[in-house]
C-alpha cells in the first residue's frame, strides 16, 4: 500500500506557517492576503511566495516557534503500524522543507516547497523542489505530479491512499484510490460536493484501524 499524507493540519493540529506568520507578522495577512488566494487569484505555490517573503527571521528564530506544533494523536503509532505492514508512507506537502525536516521522523520520506532564506532582503524565497519537476504554468498540480511519480514505483494492484485537510489536497484526493480526512476540514466538503467517497477522522487510530479493514478487502 502506498500512503501520502499531507503534513499542515494533518499530521499536525495547526497549520506550521500559519503559526509562524501570526507570531511574527500579527494577523493580518490573512485578510491582506488570503482573499485573493479564495478567489482563485493566484495558486498555493504563489500564496506560499508571497506569505514567505513577509518573513525576515531567520530559520533558528521561526524553527524555535514552528517546535511548539504538536502532532495529531496517534501519529507515531501509525507510522509504527505502516512500518510493520511495509507500506510505503511519505509526506506531501505545500509547505516548506526546512521545517518539516526539523519536526518530521527523519526516516519518512517528505517532498514539499523549497526555501531559501535571502540574506541580502532579508526574506525568504519559495522554489519548486528539483524532484518531481512540475510545470505549474501548464496547469500541473505539485501533490498530484508526486502522487504520480510515486504510483509509478508502486505494485498496480496495490490502492494508493492519501491523507489530508485543505483546499490545495483536493487535486490529489481525486487521483487517489482511498482518502482519509480531517472531519470540518475543507477536503470533507470537496470530496463530499463531488461525491467521492471519503473516511472522516480526528485522530491515527481511526485511520490504521480503517487500513486494517481495507486490507482485508485485498
Known sequence: ML????????ITTQDVTNLMLDHFTGTGWREEVLPAYWAGGMNHFQLMGVLYATLKQKEPELLTVAATIKFRPGFENFVEYCRAKSYSLAVVSGGLDFYIRSLLPADI????????????????????????????????DFKVRVLQELKQQHPRNRP?????DGRNDGPVAAAADRVFAVRGSR?????????????????FAEVSAALAEIAKED
Open 187 to 203: 477536503l470533507v466538503e470537496i470530496c463530499q460536493g463531488r461525491g467521492q467517497q471519503v473516511t472522516v477522522f480526528e485522530n
Open 3 to 10: 500512503i501520502l499524507c499531507d503534513f499542515d493540519g494533518t
Open 109 to 140: 520520506p517528505f517532498y514539499s516547497y523549497r526555501s531559501e532564506y535571502d540574506p541580502t532582503g532579508s526574506k525568504w524565497l519559495v522554489h519548486l523542489p528539483d524532484w518531481p519537476q512540475v510545470n505549474l504554468a501548464g496547469g500541473e
Open 160 to 164: 494508493v491512499v492519501f491523507i489530508g
